[in-house]
């Protein structure tokens, strides 16, 4: 996939917003929205949040970007038939061009001195930790596939970015062989992973309820997950980042 210079100057500012933060986002609508200002006011761009795509459109794309070999759209919620509707995270443009960007935010419990209304509170919980890292790795590589998707169905849509931000190391450490993780593999930042392998999971739908949310499917092409670490004070925090 050729990456366009547009694309490339909204990673680096993302990547400015990331250095320059101190801020510890509580959740991942924090996050989203201190970025959607800093790209919109410092940086000019146009910026829309929460970008719609109706459930008719999505069903007129599906057809020609969805072949047979790939397997269904990963929004579809098995045993399920309402609506597919789309929410992009971020939508950067310029006029001509439209980079798509999706955010995950996961968290490992973190303590620390609360501030509230420019008072200190003493001690407490800065973050509350996510469970299931597995799920967090599907829902990684379940928003590559919605680049996917989108950057082959408009034209004006030529890249896409998905960002995965975490203060917890250890979803950039090997899977485990024989896990679900083996087949949601996120890595060290040094490997592409196979489109045919690493976006299944691998439960029986009448074992478990979890897989009504999780159905299989596969990537168009192989993809490379590049890893970033910021520090400040002594919070840190990593950032996982996939160009489609």
Known sequence: ????????????DIHDFLNQNTKVFANER??????????KAKKRYDVEVEYH???????????QSLPMRI???????????????MYVDLVVGNG??????????KKKELKGDVKLFW???????????????????YGFWKEVRRMELLVDSFVNVRNGIVLFVTNDESYKTASLAGTNSEYLAMGD?????HKDTNCCWPFNP????????????????????NWYDYTFERFSFYCAEVLV
């Open 1 to 12: 996939m050729s990456q366009t210079a547009f694309t490339q100057q909204v990673l680096n």
């Open 30 to 39: 924090d996050l989203q929205m201190n970025l959607a200002v800093y790209l």
């Open 53 to 63: 795509i109706p459930s008719n459109i999505i069903d007129t794309l599906l057809p």
């Open 71 to 85: 397997g269904y759209y990963p929004w579809f919620q098995t045993y399920s038939s309402k609506p597919q509707e």
């Open 96 to 105: 001509d061009e439209y980079v798509p960007v999706e955010l995950k935010y």
């Open 119 to 137: 008072q200190d509170m003493g001690k407490g919980v800065l973050l509350k930790g996510d469970a299931k890292h597995d799920f967090g790795r």
């Open 189 to 193: 930042g040094t490997d592409s992973y």
């Open 206 to 225: 009448l074992m478990t309820d979890s897989y009504k949310s999780c159905p299989n499917f596969m990537l168009e092409d192989e993809h490379d997950v």
